[in-house]
């Protein structure tokens, strides 16, 4: 299985500077420091949760930040509103991954829980996103609520931050070693232990180290790390683990004979992996990996869930062990609440974010990690080796995607095309179905397929591609550019 992602850059999309409007996408709210990501909007949106809350009796939030440029800040500026209209704030006195956050709605029953980053986007952008019981992301409906209460008008409420803190409102506090305990108990140290891997670590300058080098050094692993200072520039680079972006990470794990190489983005929700032999696994072959070790070699049971956007070859994985694969649309509360209602014992997405039953409802890198360390002590086999044995019984799919940035114009000129004149290009295969559920899906009678749609966090139309061979996957990838004009 081989993954190759193209970037095709047009004409910078328009946005209206200074904008006081707050939409929620897939993950969160996330826009331009400056342009959108404003004290005054980060202010209204607390605003208007304060005033949900207040109406519907909740008066304790869990709240945290990453280390991007402003999370702090932001962070307390969110929380003297909380504050002001009597709401108690647990306070994360530090930077902390975003799981850690959704970790501490769970344990302390929080109704909703607030973390201050932009994840995976560009330097430029920060954001928010909010969880609800449990530890998930927001419903679409939830987000929908405080939007309208923006678009109403709020009457903005707060107390300075210091002077909240001495008054008992906001509480300062720190889940590090109930978050870490907590996915120790959940992973079989003892079998780490036995083999003293040799593991390099990327944060990708986020906010990991700490908690995945305590649990990894517990486990007795020889653990070093690079790009773990604090930038809020992130080093020049995306902080997003793709093939492109790891490179440093690959060739230090060959150079080092590092057993395995492991990266996460900016707030720790979603992982990257460099195999010991320098290959990037991609997190489409990561969910494959650990759904089919689950199964095989734990002897556990359960459905797996996954987005429109990642590989069908969890569904064959699933069908021989007597199971079923859930297909939703893009963005993790979905995930979350198909896994709820299914009992399923994994679900993910092929951009990188997973759980499994038992843990947080929301993607957890950490954990994810942690997971896949155990996989290779337990099976005492290489990730190629297992991805070999994966292909032997399932066989192989290669998947590509390319993104495209548009102007305004343009993106009225697509959403025409492809969600109101409902056109497809021809593209030389058999269909089964065509499905709109989340953009554009076209299933082929061979069991291949391909997607456009725009994403809910960058302004970017995304097509993703999967066949039994990666050219006729970038085939019907080219064809769909054409057909867009892209």
Known sequence: ?????????????????????????????????????????????????????????????????????????????????????????????????????????????TKYGMAVTASHNPAE????????EGGRDAAEEVTELFEKRMEKGVDVRKIPFEKAVEQGIIELGDLSNQFIDSIISMIDMEAIKKRNLKVLLDPMFGVS??????????????????????????????????????????????????????????????????????????????????????????????DVVRNLATTHLLDRIADAHGFKCHEVPVGFKHISSKMEETDALIGGESSGGLTIRGHIKGKDGIFASSLLVELICVTGKSLSTLLDEIYGSFGKLEMCETDYKFTHEKKEELEKLLFEDKKIPDFGVEIEKVSYRDGLKVYFKNGGWIIARFSGTEPLIRVFAEMEKVEDAWKICDKMQAFLGL
Not at 6 to 22: A, H, I, L, P
Not at 125 to 132: A, D, R
Not at 242 to 254: C, E, G, I, P, Y
Request: proline share 2%; net charge neutral; hydrophobic share 40%.
């Open 1 to 109: 299985m081989s993954f190759v992602k193209r970037f095709c850059v047009g004409e910078d999309y328009k946005q209206e500077t200074g904008s006081s409007m707050v939409k929620f996408g897939t993950g969160g709210w996330r826009a331009i420091i400056g342009d959108e990501f404003t004290k005054e909007n980060v202010c209204k949106l607390t605003q208007a949760m304060a005033d949900e809350m207040t109406e519907n009796g909740f008066d304790k939030i869990v709240m945290g930040y990453d280390r991007r440029f402003l999370s702090d800040m932001a962070a307390k500026w969110a929380a003297e509103v909380f504050a002001g209209n009597g709401i108690r704030v647990f306070f994360m006195k530090k930077d902390v991954p975003t799981p850690m956050v959704m970790y501490g709605v769970k344990t302390m029953c």
């Open 125 to 132: 952008y920060n954001g928010i996103k909010v969880f609800t």
């Open 209 to 302: 180290r700490t908690s995945l080098q305590t649990i990894l050094m517990t486990a007795r692993c020889d653990v070093d790390i690079i790009n773990d200072r604090h930038d809020t520039l992130f080093g020049g680079r995306l902080p997003s683990p793709s093939a492109k972006t790891l490179t440093r990470l690959r060739d230090m794990v060959v150079e080092g004979k590092y057993d395995v190489g492991i990266a996460t983005d900016g707030d720790a929700d979603r992982i990257g992996i460099i195999d010991d032999r320098g290959d990037f696994i991609h997190p489409n072959q990561i969910m494959c990996l650990l759904y089919y070790y689950m199964l095989r070699y734990k002897g556990w049971e359960g």
